[in-house]
């Protein structure tokens, strides 16, 4: 069967990288959207560039420009916008929406999703709710517009939260303590960042998927804050002084914070004390990505934590 042909809107960001390198990896016709602004950016344009010399098409494009994305959503088949929320653009796929919506070829649309499932987020603090309402404004708009879709989320980034035994302000794992939020039982799914991607590309041309979520929990990498811990203890040898913080404390190191430290604040409180990627039943609205793509050999976390060791 003939390979859906994918563009990538945001192909030089953290997780837009991986999904080009997946796309060209599973053998799909892979188009990466060039903006204006990459031209000043001397890492982005040379990594398009090694993205060509694998064989990907790099097609100019622009949203101020809604013709040009019109003529980039016109080659494909697919379109997956990787997106970062912490870059304030998530309304920017409006102007993709409407693209999709002029060209009317396409079979797919990924939108900025992957983590917290926005339409379970209603309850979300400020001032970090914000990115979960404006990707609830895109989904309106893409259900709108009839526009055949698939969500992918439902996991924390391993970069982000298994490296550093999920603890703010740093990216490498502690070596003496450890703070434990409450009682540190929560369960959170945690994921590597390229098998996010893998299943990502797995998940285009599967019936089972459209108009429908996938969920990124594979049963291995739903873990605890404490059983995180334990692994980098076993690892390296030695136990780390752990300090546990309530939720009412917390919650109150958001005051005096700046902008993102609250965002941050709120969204870590979401994970680790409500359990907001886990404390729900998956229902017919959605499929669970290991369960669908078992050839998918997903990273463990206690291997992904050796590389730190």
Not at 194 to 208: F, G, N, V
Not at 209 to 214: I, M, V
Not at 250 to 261: H, I, V
Request: include cysteine; proline fraction near 4%; aromatic fraction near 10%.
């Amino acid at each position: 069967m003939e390979k859906c042909k994918v563009l990538v809107v945001g192909g030089t960001g953290y997780l837009g990288r991986r999904i080009v390198s997946a796309s060209l990896s599973q053998g799909h016709p892979t188009y990466v959207l060039q903006r204006p602004e990459i031209g000043l950016d001397i890492d982005k344009l040379q990594m398009l560039l090694a993205f060509k010399k694998k064989g990907a098409h790099l097609v100019e494009g622009s949203f101020s420009d809604l013709e040009s994305l019109v003529r980039a959503v016109k080659l494909v088949d697919v379109v997956i916008c990787p997106m970062s929320f912490r870059s304030h653009n998530i309304l920017l796929q409006l102007q993709l929406v409407e693209a999709i919506k002029r060209a009317g070829n396409i079979k797919r649309f990924l939108p900025s999703e992957f983590g917290f499932d926005p339409a379970r987020m209603g309850h979300a603090l400020e001032p970090g709710r914000v990115s979960f309402d404006d990707k609830m404004v895109v989904r309106k708009a893409i259900q709108d517009a009839k526009i055949p879709f698939t969500y992918v989320c439902g996991a924390g980034f391993a970069g982000y939260f298994a490296s550093n035994l999920s603890q703010m302000g740093t990216l490498i794992p502690p070596k003496e303590k450890v703070l434990i939020y409450g009682d540190g039982n929560t369960k959170v799914s945690i994921v590597d960042e390229d098998d996010i991607a893998a299943y990502t590309i797995k998940t285009i041309d599967d019936p089972r998927t459209l108009n429908k979520t996938l969920y990124l929990r594979p049963p291995e990498n739903e873990l605890s804050q404490k059983q995180l811990v334990e692994m980098w203890e076993n690892l390296i040898g030695k136990k780390l002084e752990h300090i546990s913080i309530s939720e009412e404390d917390f919650l109150a190191s958001m005051k005096g914070m700046d902008y993102a430290g609250q965002v941050g604040v709120g969204h870590f409180y979401h994970m680790f004390y409500e359990g907001a990627l886990t404390n729900f039943e998956i229902g017919e609205e959605g499929e669970e990505a290991s369960k669908l793509y078992p050839e998918v050999k997903y990273t463990r976390m206690n291997e992904y934590l050796k590389n730190y060791a």
